[in-house]
Nanobody
Framework: QVQLVESGGGLVQPGGSLRLSCAAS????????MGWYRQAPGKQRELVAR???????NYADSVKGRFTISRDNAKNTVDLQMNSLKPEDTAVYYC??????????WGQGTQVTVSS
């Protein structure tokens, strides 16, 4: 079992930045991938970014060049640095973990609102 707790969401103006953090209840060193997903009202949940144990990353096309995912196995955290935020980035952001045995865990979500 892994419990994931997100923090760092909030209200920001277009062009601004936010940093989301996800803290895991146990060591993430053995977890295959950690990632961030988001879900906007009326839309399906979508992948934003993910990072493997070997630190390979992939990003949604819509956030490439603006968002950066990082993973600290010593601190059991995964962060998402979001720059140049746009109104269309508004969503609930969820932390995700997938183990080598393909068990999947989700955090409770944190709201990000980009508005002037």
């Amino acid at each position: 079992q892994v419990q994931l707790v997100e923090s760092g969401g909030g209200l920001v103006q277009p062009g601004g930045s936010l940093r989301l953090s996800c803290a895991a209840s146990r060591s993430i060193g053995s977890i295959y991938t950690m990632g961030w997903y988001r879900q906007a009202p009326g839309k399906q949940r979508e992948l934003v970014a993910r990072i493997t144990r070997g630190l390979s990353t992939n990003y949604a096309d819509s956030v490439k060049g603006r968002f950066t995912i990082s993973r600290d196995n010593a601190k059991n955290t995964v962060d998402l640095q979001m720059n140049s935020l746009k109104p269309e980035d508004t969503a609930v952001y969820y932390c995700n973990a997938v183990t080598f045995s393909t068990n999947t865990y989700w955090g409770q979500g944190t709201q990000v609102t980009v508005s002037s």
